[in-house]
């Protein structure tokens, strides 16, 4: 039987990683717990008055964030804020399906439209990796704002 999962990052801005991957990914925030939100609501906003109604101190308003796939697919993304600073290379990493049935130049045309896309968010692109067949079809490497690294694949 196969589990859910949630994948968690450590940030220094919780709140702002979250936004950018739910840019990512087009994920959504949900809202706060038993908050029915209107859909046109900002669960952000709601959060913001949830956790002042609870008496969470201003300081700690931004030590986790969330984000969910809106069609209950893809696993949750927890965020959550740490002292420290990322010091050396993922051990682990997303890998972001951006060209999927795509091949060629027209797989590498769409990654390089998505990673323009995500450096206007704040992503760094680190290296392309060119099409080899028959085993690799080409990727991008990049980096959040944070620096973690994530591939366009």
């Known amino acids: ?6 994948v968690t990052f450590d940030a220094h801005d919780a709140r702002a990683l979250s936004f950018f ?6 994920y959504v925030h949900p809202g706060p717990p038993g908050v029915d939100l209107p859909e046109d609501a900002d669960p ?10 609870i008496g969470v101190p201003q300081e700690q308003r931004n030590t986790s ?5 809106p069609d209950g697919r893809g696993p949750r993304l927890f965020f959550q804020q740490v002292p ?10 997303l890998d972001v399906r951006a060209a999927p049935g795509l091949r060629g130049e ?3 045309a769409a990654l390089e439209a998505e990673c323009d896309r995500l450096a206007a ?7 392309r990796y060119e099409p080899d067949p028959p085993m ?5 490497v990049m980096t959040d704002p944070e620096g973690n690294e994530f591939c366009l694949d």
Do not use: C, P, Y
Not at 1 to 6: A, L, T
Not at 21 to 26: H, K, N, S, T, Y
Not at 121 to 127: I, K, Q, Y
Not at 136 to 140: K, S, T
């Open 44 to 53: 952000m906003a709601a959060w913001d008055d949830f956790l002042a109604r």
């Open 84 to 93: 420290e600073d990322k010091v050396a290379k993922n051990r682990v990493h």
């Open 121 to 127: 968010l704040g992503a760094t692109r680190v290296r």
């Open 65 to 69: 964030s969330a984000i969910e796939d």
């Open 21 to 26: 991957w739910r840019e990512v990914l087009g």
């Open 1 to 6: 039987m196969s589990r859910e999962f949630q």
């Open 106 to 108: 027209e797989r590498m």
């Open 136 to 140: 690799g079809a080409g990727f991008i």
